[in-house]
């Protein structure tokens, strides 16, 4: 069967979509809420930003040949390479 998700601002519109429901045989129904995924212990948040611990199996040791000897300036990499294009 098909559905149609309507959204409304008032309580009047409600009732007038309850209405038309009953003239046309629809069905409203209230939507299903969704679970919130489970987050693993160590998680926190910083400004409303859920922050998520890395996995310290990952073995890095492979990206040391590119990162070494190439005097990167965290300053300089921010104002360089992470600027938004406007």
């Known amino acids: 069967m098909p559905e149609v998700t309507v959204t409304y601002k008032t309580p009047q519109?409600?009732?007038?979509l309850k209405n038309l429901s009953k003239s046309y045989d629809l069905v409203i129904s209230k939507p299903k809420t969704r679970?919130?995924?489970?987050?693993?212990?160590?998680?926190?948040?910083?400004?409303?930003?859920?922050?998520?611990?890395?996995?310290?199996?990952?073995?890095?040791?492979?990206l040391s040949d590119i990162f070494t000897g190439k005097n990167i300036d965290a300053k300089k990499l921010r104002k360089e390479a992470w600027q938004r294009n406007k």
């Open 35 to 62: 679970k919130k995924a489970a987050l693993p212990k160590n998680t926190s948040t910083i400004n409303w930003v859920t922050v998520v611990p890395g996995d310290p199996s990952i073995d890095i040791s492979e």
């Open 13 to 16: 519109a409600l009732e007038a």
